[in-house]
């Protein structure tokens, strides 16, 4: 697979996290009054386990407010977090029941079922299990046919602008097999040539990709 180049790089490095005063302040969830390839992103990404939950960076007002009107509402559990009385994150738990209405009512972009609804859904594979036998791909957007597509950006420039601080975002996804295959999703094609770079996450007993990382 000449598309993928092994690496060892540290992509788990951290950043400077603000200190001081910590806040944490609930707040009640408003009604769903829009849907976006956005709103969707995180309600599929939110139902891959009960216990999942979204920390989603707000490095300023813009990017705040957007998570609030169209990401929150379809949140039951809503916990802003501040440093210093400034707001840096806002973290949603638990997908309200309309939201999954919504959801299942709708053809969602092919994108998102690439990431969502894999082949390796009736597998038994455990997503959050610990995976000490694992390896790191960089893509290499040379070998991959581009894309381009307007619905998919929307989502990709709001994860790059939610993400200007760390200029990283990774999350776990319904495990694709590795193959050859994988460089013909519309995911793959849109994220190589958008991305500065794009990881996959490897377990190598399984040989199933776990784990996608951009950065910025």
């Known amino acids: 697979m000449e598309w993928l180049q092994p690496t060892s790089e540290n992509l788990i490095e951290g950043y400077d996290e603000p200190q001081g005063k910590l806040d944490i302040d609930r707040v009640e969830s408003k009604q769903i009054t829009t849907n976006t390839i956005i709103s969707d992103f995180f309600v599929m990404l939110n139902c891959l386990g009960e216990r999942t939950v979204s920390q989603l960076p ?25 440093i210093n009385n400034q707001i840096i994150e806002v973290s949603l ?25 894999g082949e390796a859904d009736k597998s038994g594979y455990n997503l959050f299990g610990q995976v000490p036998n694992r390896s790191v791909y960089k893509v290499l957007p040379h070998f991959i046919d581009p894309l381009e597509d307007p619905e998919v950006q929307q989502l990709f420039d709001f994860l790059k602008e939610m993400c200007s601080v760390t200029k990283d975002f990774g999350f776990i996804l319904k495990p694709w097999l590795l193959s050859d295959e994988l460089k013909q999703l519309q995911a793959i094609r849109f994220a190589a040539h958008y ?16 784990e996608i990382q951009f950065k910025f």
């Open 58 to 82: 707000a490095p300023d007002d813009k990017v705040y407010h957007r998570i609030m009107e169209e990401i929150a509402p379809y949140f039951e559990r809503i916990l802003i977090i501040k």
């Open 93 to 117: 738990q638990h997908v309200k029941k309309e939201a999954l209405t919504i959801l299942n009512n709708k053809a969602v972009h092919p994108v998102l079922d690439e990431f969502f609804h």
């Open 195 to 210: 991305c500065q770079d794009v990881y996959l996450w490897v377990d190598n007993d399984t040989e199933r990709i776990f």
